[in-house]
């Protein structure tokens, strides 16, 4: 299935990014709070992709700014989670394309372009090699989706 803007889909801050602390928000569909909270800030884009909703949140934090991945099933569990930051580089999410069906493709930390690609099933990887560097995972050994650098 293709992937396609989920409408409906936004956030609520709980709590404001700070020195100490990361923002944290509660996912909003149509309007009504879910009591799904996530780490993020900024609603940057919500895509439906077969019965799944792939989030992008920012932390609204100017000049190192992170972005966060979540592929939440229809229950709203967390299928997948990675993060990109890199150390004092601006994060600006950007120029989403959606031209393949399980593909999509964005820029962010400067005008870096990345994709990101679904797996319909979970896929084998090898933790230390599998990611591009910039990209923040919690150890595990399959993924849902795989970011990369363009090219």
């Keep these: 299935?293709?992937?396609?803007?989920?409408?409906?889909?936004?956030?609520?801050?709980?709590?404001?990014?700070?020195?100490?602390?990361?923002?944290l928000c509660e996912v909003v569909i149509d309007g009504t709070g879910t009591g799904k909270v996530l780490q993020g800030a900024v609603f940057e884009a919500a895509l439906k992709w077969n019965d799944e909703v792939l989030?992008?949140?920012?932390?609204?934090?100017?000049?190192?700014?992170?972005?966060?991945?979540?592929l939440l099933d229809q229950h709203l569990h967390v299928a997948d989670y990675a993060r990109m930051?890199?150390?004092?580089?601006?994060?600006?999410?950007?120029?989403?394309?959606?031209?393949?069906?399980?593909?999509?493709?964005?820029?962010?930390?400067?005008?870096?372009?990345?994709?990101?690609?679904?797996?319909?099933?979970?896929?084998?990887c090898i933790p230390i090699l599998s990611d591009a560097l910039g990209v923040h995972r919690s150890l595990g050994l399959y993924r849902r989706f795989q970011r990369s650098p363009s090219r």
């Design 55 to 70: 989030l992008f949140l920012t932390d609204d934090v100017p000049f190192e700014d992170t972005l966060n991945i979540y």
């Design 85 to 124: 930051y890199f150390m004092y580089s601006t994060g600006i999410f950007s120029d989403m394309d959606l031209t393949e069906a399980d593909t999509v493709r964005f820029n962010f930390l400067g005008k870096k372009r990345w994709t990101l690609k679904l797996f319909a099933e979970k896929k084998f």
């Design 1 to 23: 299935m293709k992937l396609t803007h989920a409408s409906g889909y936004s956030i609520r801050v709980i709590t404001a990014s700070t020195s100490d602390a990361v923002p």
